[in-house]
C-alpha cells in the first residue's frame, strides 16, 4: 500500500511541476520525466483518474482534481521544505538535494512539517527559488 502511496505522491508532483512550468502535463511528458513505460503511466494514471485525483481531458492532458491538487500541493510543499533543510542545515551538495527531497516528501508527517516551516523562519521559496506551496494551510503563524 505504501509504494501506491509513493508512486500516486511522485506522480501528483510531476504533474504539479509541469503546470507550475507551464508545460501540458501528458502522459508522455511523466513517462519521460520519471523514466516510466508508456503502459505504466497509463495504468498509473488510470487508477488515479479512479481514486478521483485526476481528470483526463478531450485534449489527453491531465486535469488535478481539488483532492489531487490538494495532495499535489502537499507533496511538493514537504518536497521543497526538504529541499531547504537539506541545503540550510544538513549542508548537502545541490546536486543531491532534489532526489534526496524525493525520498524525503513521503515519510514527512505533518507534526514535523509545521516544526521544520518555523525551524527554518518560514521560507517562501527552495533553494532553487520555487515558491513553496500551500504555507497558510499548516496552521503555523511567523513568530
Known amino acids: 500500500m505504501t509504494d501506491l502511496i509513493d508512486t500516486t505522491e511522485m506522480y501528483l508532483r510531476t504533474i504539479y511541476e509541469l503546470i ?4 501540458p502535463p501528458l502522459r508522455a ?6 523514466g516510466h513505460s508508456g503502459p505504466t503511466v497509463s495504468q498509473t494514471i488510470a487508477r488515479m483518474e479512479r481514486d478521483g485525483f485526476v481528470m483526463v481531458g478531450q485534449d489527453r492532458t491531465l486535469v488535478l482534481t481539488e483532492a489531487g491538487l490538494e495532495l499535489a500541493t502537499r507533496v511538493m510543499r514537504k518536497h521543497r521544505l526538504a529541499e ?3 541545503t540550510d542545515v544538513i549542508g548537502l551538495d545541490m546536486p543531491h538535494v532534489h532526489e534526496e527531497a524525493c525520498r ?4 514527512m508527517s505533518d507534526r514535523v512539517e509545521r516544526r521544520l516551516v518555523e525551524m527554518l523562519g518560514w521560507p517562501e521559496r ?3 527559488g520555487n515558491v513553496i506551496p500551500g504555507l497558510d494551510e499548516l496552521d503555523v503563524a511567523p513568530g
Open 104 to 107: 524525503w516528501e513521503h515519510v
Open 29 to 34: 511528458r511523466i513517462a519521460e520525466q520519471l
Open 126 to 128: 527552495s533553494p532553487y
Open 20 to 23: 507550475e512550468d507551464g508545460v
Open 84 to 86: 531547504r533543510l537539506l
